[in-house]
């Protein structure tokens, strides 16, 4: 896969935006989730590269990678899995050989409780219009409602073992804003705060995916 390069005025203000507001661990990763959603995977390898040359110990790339998949996967839902393809392979391009031989080879356990554990995420995050939504989705097509109450929120989002609720929503909003989807947005937006995000948590991941946005 051809590889290339954020201008790095560019990869400046992206990172200014996100230093001091989100862990330094969690900004290249709604950097790279942004880029998933814009198509612009070759971009992704050197973000990762150079995040993964800041970590000491194998451990915490280990760990870092796996969150990065984890986001990936999460957006995977969101922006689309052939776009989520592209941008985890150019992720693994970035993968040192050494941290790579430590993640795991298997599939993780989705758990069970899945419908329940989506109804819950879902009321949370749209709190107190979150059963009109349900309503209107699932007046569309009750099948479409079943597959994001189980399958999305349920199996995919709802999963904390590497990214939390709030973690979650930043990257949803990242990955929305250039997709042009104003009313899943707004959503998401209020969905955040919903969840324990601030104010300025919210409006940096927005600036980050509108800067994404602008320059695709």
């Not at 990172?15 to 971009?43: E, H, K, M, W, Y």
């Not at 795991?104 to 009321?123: C, H, I, V, W, Y």
Request: with cysteine; hydrophobic share 40%.
């Amino acid at each position: 896969m051809h590889q290339d390069t954020l201008p790095p005025n560019l990869k400046t203000q992206l990172f200014d935006i996100g230093n001091g507001v989100f862990t330094t661990s969690l900004v290249p990763i709604l950097i790279i989730t942004a880029l998933a959603s814009a198509n612009r995977p070759s971009q992704i390898t050197n973000i990762a590269k150079e995040h993964l040359e800041t970590l000491e110990t194998r451990e915490d790339k280990k760990k870092w990678v796996m969150m990065a998949q984890s986001a990936l996967i999460k957006a995977a839902f969101l922006c689309g899995i052939p776009r989520v393809i592209n941008a985890m392979q150019s992720l693994m391009h970035g993968v040192d050989e050494e941290t790579k031989s430590s993640l795991p080879k298997s599939p993780s356990d989705a758990g069970t409780n899945l419908q329940e554990r989506g109804e819950t995420m879902f009321n949370k995050v749209y709190g107190k219009v979150s059963e009109r939504v349900k309503s209107n989705i699932g007046g569309s097509s009750p099948d479409l409602m079943a597959i994001i109450l189980e399958d999305v929120y349920g199996r995919v989002l709802s999963d904390v073992t590497l990214l939390d609720e709030v973690e979650t929503e930043l990257l949803t909003i990242v990955v929305l804003v250039p997709l042009h989807v104003p009313a899943q947005l707004k959503g998401h937006l209020h969905g955040a705060k919903n969840v324990g995000a601030t104010e300025a948590q919210v409006k940096a991941a927005e600036a980050i995916g509108q800067l994404v946005t602008d320059y695709s």
